[in-house]
C-alpha cells in the first residue's frame, strides 16, 4: 500500500522569503503522479504543482518549484517570494498510475499548516 | 471561475440517522469523488463515479454508504445510519477526464461539508 508522509505539521516564514515542504511517500509502483494541493482557510483545496514520475524535469509554476527525488521517494515543494496569500494548509499527495484513467484515488499526507508573516 | 460547491456547510445529526450530503460538480465534468477527512487525520478517498456507477471506492465505503446522481446536476452521498467515526469533513470532487496525464484530468474539490454525529 501507497503513505504519504509530511513531517512538518505546521510551518511559518516572512514574507518575501523562501520555505520548503517536506514530503515522502512509499510505494512499490513505477508510473504514478505527485500533487501539491493548497487549502486557504475556508476554501477549497487546489492544485499548486503536479509531477509524473517518469520524468526527471522537476516541475515548476510560477513561485512554486518541487524537488523530486524518485530514489529517495522525495518530493520537496518549495515557495519562493512567499506571499500573505500563500497562507493555507498545504497537502502532498500520490496517485497511481493505471490504464483507462487514475480515477482520482488520491492518497494525501497529513497535511502542513504554512503561515506567511507580514 | 467554475467551481464545486456543497451542501450543507455542516450537519449535525444523531447517531443512527440517515445523511445525504449534495454536491454540484463543475457542468461539463464527468467524474465525480467523494473523499473525507477525520478531525487531526489525513484526507481519504471513499468512491470515485463514472458514467452513473461506481468506478473505484475504498475499503471505507461500505454498505452503509451509497452515492448518486439524481438528476444530472447534483451527485449526493448518503450514509444510511450514522455511526459516531462517521464524524469528519467530507469532501466532494469533479474532474473533465478520469486521465490525470492531462490537464483535464485534474480534480476540483468543494470547500466541504463537516458531518458530526451525537
Known amino acids: 500500500a501507497q503513505t504519504v508522509t509530511q513531517s512538518q505539521p505546521e510551518m511559518s516564514v516572512q514574507e518575501a522569503e523562501t520555505v520548503t515542504l517536506s514530503c515522502t511517500y512509499d510505494?512499490?509502483?513505477?508510473?504514478?503522479?505527485l500533487f501539491w494541493y493548497k487549502q486557504p482557510p475556508s476554501r477549497q483545496m487546489i492544485l499548486v504543482i503536479r509531477?509524473?514520475?517518469?520524468?526527471?524535469q522537476n516541475a515548476t509554476e510560477n513561485r512554486f518549484s518541487v524537488n523530486f527525488q524518485k530514489a529517495a521517494k522525495s518530493f520537496s515543494l518549495k515557495i519562493s517570494d512567499s506571499q500573505l496569500g500563500d497562507t493555507a494548509m498545504y497537502f502532498c499527495?500520490?496517485?497511481?498510475?493505471?490504464?483507462?484513467?487514475?480515477?482520482?484515488?488520491?492518497?494525501f499526507g497529513k497535511g502542513t499548516k504554512l503561515s506567511v508573516k507580514p | 471561475e467554475p467551481e464545486v460547491t456543497q451542501t450543507p456547510s455542516h450537519q449535525v445529526t444523531q447517531m443512527g440517522q440517515e445523511v445525504i450530503l449534495r454536491c454540484v460538480p463543475i457542468?461539463?465534468?464527468?467524474?465525480f469523488y467523494w473523499y473525507r477527512q477525520i478531525l487531526g487525520q489525513k484526507v481519504e478517498f471513499l468512491v470515485s463515479f463514472y458514467n452513473n456507477e461506481i468506478s473505484e471506492k475504498s475499503e471505507i465505503f461500505d454498505d452503509q454508504f451509497s452515492v448518486e446522481r439524481p438528476d444530472g446536476s447534483n451527485f449526493t452521498l448518503k450514509i444510511r445510519s450514522t455511526k459516531l467515526e462517521d464524524s469528519a469533513m467530507y469532501f466532494c470532487a469533479s474532474s473533465a477526464s478520469g486521465g490525470v496525464v492531462f490537464d483535464t484530468g485534474e480534480l476540483f474539490f468543494g470547500e466541504g461539508s463537516r458531518l458530526t454525529v451525537l
Open positions: 509531477q509524473e514520475a517518469y520524468k526527471q
Open positions: 457542468s461539463n465534468h464527468l467524474y
Open positions: 499527495a500520490f496517485m497511481k498510475h493505471s490504464y483507462g484513467g487514475s480515477q482520482g484515488n488520491l492518497i
Open positions: 510505494t512499490s509502483e513505477n508510473n504514478y503522479y
